[in-house]
């Protein structure tokens, strides 16, 4: 028995004559009868009543039509789930990710892909970097988002996000200040970090511009991103950490640019030649949505904020004193004298008219 006497067999019931059945199924007759008769064989009961003008089906062969029906149904939606598998539409995808991108995208980013892909299901998992890519190596995830570099021929990577660091510093502190650092002011202060063992990457880059601006660190705090932020803001010492951390509101705690803008890239990786269609699916979709920027955080009084000027710089519709505004100009200014202006007025110019009379 096969798919083919099943759907015979389908086409005669339905149909309740041999003719038509053969007709709509682009045979004819005879053999249609004979694969009907085979099945009916094979079973070993008869489907058909054929003593009358017209087939009938037996009491078994209308519980046959039932059960066949759903097989062809069940068929149809194993052809289109697995349809929609094969491009990746349905399945399941573990996803590593940073702990402070909670703060900054894959909130956003796992929100807008659920609702793109309702069927594939995600399960996140909150790993430093180091362990996301043991994780990715020994299958545990599938795809993770870590820190650079990543120098792995068993990893594949792609950047997609470049974020500048930022200095931490206690909120009282001199440096808290300025609007920019340069690193080599924080020669001499103590500094809160991340764990090498747990984000070697991160780590490195840190002690690369440090050692670059002339001094190696003075380390007395290892610590977790969101842990480094309450140290610091204890007054345990200062830290450099990507700017999104910004997007974590915390009291008592300064974030400062660094002169030169250093900065650090947010990878995507995955295990190389994986060819999960689902996988496939979600790396299109970070590269065509991207992982949000962080929002823009309230800058300290004085140094300006976008959409709005500090004292003395002017904003846009708007003058400050000293400065002309459109249709106005400011005391002192060059231009027409205000007896003139007057003189140029209706009223006054009748006055004047009459004058000269």
């Given amino acids: 028995m096969d798919l083919r006497h099943l759907r015979y067999f389908t086409a005669v019931a339905e149909e309740r004559h041999f003719g038509r059945a053969a007709q709509r199924l682009g045979i004819a007759q005879p053999p249609l009868s004979r694969q009907i008769q085979d099945l009916e064989s094979e079973l070993g009961f008869s489907l058909f009543d054929r ?15 039932a ?16 349809r929609r598998a094969s491009v990746g539409e349905t399945g399941r995808l573990v996803v590593g990710y940073l702990s402070s991108l909670a703060y900054s995208g894959i909130t956003e980013l796992v929100r807008a892909f659920r609702t793109e892909f309702p069927s594939v299901e995600l399960a996140l998992r909150e790993m430093p970097p180091q362990e996301q890519i043991e994780a990715l190596k020994d299958g545990r995830i599938d795809v993770g988002f870590v ?15 470049r974020e500048p660091l930022v200095v931490a510093l206690p909120a ?14 924080l020669s001499r202060e103590p500094f809160v970090v991340f764990p090498r063992q747990r984000g070697s990457a991160f780590f490195d880059l840190v002690m690369t511009l440090c050692r670059q601006a002339g001094f ?7 610590a977790l991103h969101l842990d480094i932020l309450s140290l610091v803001a204890a007054g345990f010492g200062v830290s450099i950490l990507p700017d999104s951390i910004k997007n974590i509101r915390r009291s008592g705690l300064a974030l400062r640019p660094i002169v030169g803008a ?5 990878l995507l990786a995955w295990r190389a030649g994986d060819a999960s269609p689902t996988l496939g699916q979600f790396l299109a979709f970070v590269r065509r949505v991207g992982v949000n920027k962080p929002r823009a955080a309230r800058r300290p009084r ?13 904003e846009p519709g708007r003058s400050t004193p000293g400065e002309g505004e459109p249709g106005r100009r400011a005391p002192g200014e060059e231009g027409e004298a205000e007896p003139e202006r007057r003189a140029r007025r209706p009223g006054a110019r009748r006055a004047a008219a009459a004058e000269e009379e």
């Fill in 51 to 65: 003593s009358r003008r017209r087939v009938d089906l037996t009491p078994a062969g209308e519980v046959f039509l």
């Fill in 67 to 82: 059960h066949v029906r759903r097989v062809f149904d069940a068929l149809e939606l194993a052809v289109h789930e697995a």
């Fill in 147 to 161: 820190r650079a570099p990543l120098d792995d021929a068993r990893l594949s990577a792609e950047c997609v996000r």
């Fill in 172 to 185: 009282d502190h001199p440096l808290a200040a300025r609007k920019r650092i340069p690193l080599e002011l």
């Fill in 216 to 222: 190696s660190p003075r380390i007395v705090q290892e």
């Fill in 262 to 266: 250093p900065s650090t890239d947010l």
């Fill in 302 to 314: 004085g140094e300006g904020e976008p959409g709005r000027s500090a004292p003395g710089e002017g």
